[in-house]
């Protein structure tokens, strides 16, 4: 049961564009998204995150967007860069509980 | 500080060995996290400890796999008698403050491929 999805396994954009990476998830308990990038032999770093009480939150090129009644979030990325290059996952987890659940993932190529 | 810090980076070993991997938080950091990722998925929880406590457990940690954290600073997670499907990516994660809020610090991970 798959309760954190994200239906692009890829997405290429071109340099200075923006990237908008796609998420969403079926379980209403759930009130903590985060966003994490991932490059190749590396663990996962945390970008960006939004509670349930706010519908975006941003933080330099990086924005994200909550939309609860469709159980929908984005990450937009303006201008995207060629260190954009990487993994992203979406991540959700819920009030006190202590553990993140992930989608599979969204491999972004930027292209120069 | 140089983050999470987990070893080995790889290891291969044959069905039914035994294998332990290691994982060094980041040192203020009371909470400790195990996750696996397998080919085309996200990280999966796996435990986590909050000091030297294990406070949950998946389901996908069967009773061939064992996690300590003995003084509440580094872990290890052990799994005996290796098949072939415990083939992944394990992830350690750390984190100070208590929920999710702020984002875990994960390590680089070790991968395990069982042969």
């Known amino acids: 049961d798959q309760q954190v999805k994200q239906n692009s396994p890829s997405l290429s954009v071109q340099e200075g564009r923006i990237s908008i990476l796609n998420c969403d998830y079926t379980?209403?308990?759930?009130?903590?998204f985060l966003w994490y990038k991932k490059y190749p032999a590396e663990g996962p770093t945390f970008l960006i995150s939004?509670?349930?009480?706010?519908d975006k939150n941003e933080d330099g090129r990086f924005t994200v967007f909550l939309n609860k009644s469709a159980k929908h979030l984005s990450l937009h990325i303006v201008p995207s860069q060629p260190g954009d290059s990487a993994v992203y996952f979406c991540?959700?987890?819920?009030?006190?509980?202590?553990?993140?659940?992930f989608g599979t993932g969204t491999r972004l190529t930027i292209i120069p | 500080d140089t983050g999470v810090s987990q070893n080995p980076r790889h290891k291969i070993t044959k069905r039914g060995q035994n294998v332990t991997f290691r994982c060094d938080p980041i040192?203020?950091?009371?909470?400790l996290y195990w996750y696996r990722q397998t080919l085309g998925q996200g990280p999966e929880f796996l435990t986590y400890?909050?000091?030297?406590?294990?406070?949950?457990k998946s389901r996908l940690l069967s009773d061939r796999f064992s996690a300590e954290r003995p003084k509440g600073s580094f872990s290890t997670l052990e799994i005996q008698r290796t098949e072939q499907g415990d083939s992944a990516m394990y992830l350690c994660?750390?984190?100070?403050?208590?929920?999710?809020?702020?984002?875990?610090?994960f390590g680089s991970g070790t991968r395990l491929t069982v042969v």
């Open positions: 994660a750390s984190s100070l403050v208590a929920g999710t809020n702020y984002g875990y610090t």
């Open positions: 379980n209403s308990m759930f009130d903590y």
């Open positions: 939004i509670s349930s009480i706010k």
């Open positions: 991540a959700a987890s819920s009030f006190g509980n202590e553990k993140l659940t």
């Open positions: 040192s203020e950091h009371n909470r």
């Open positions: 400890f909050q000091n030297e406590a294990q406070l949950e």
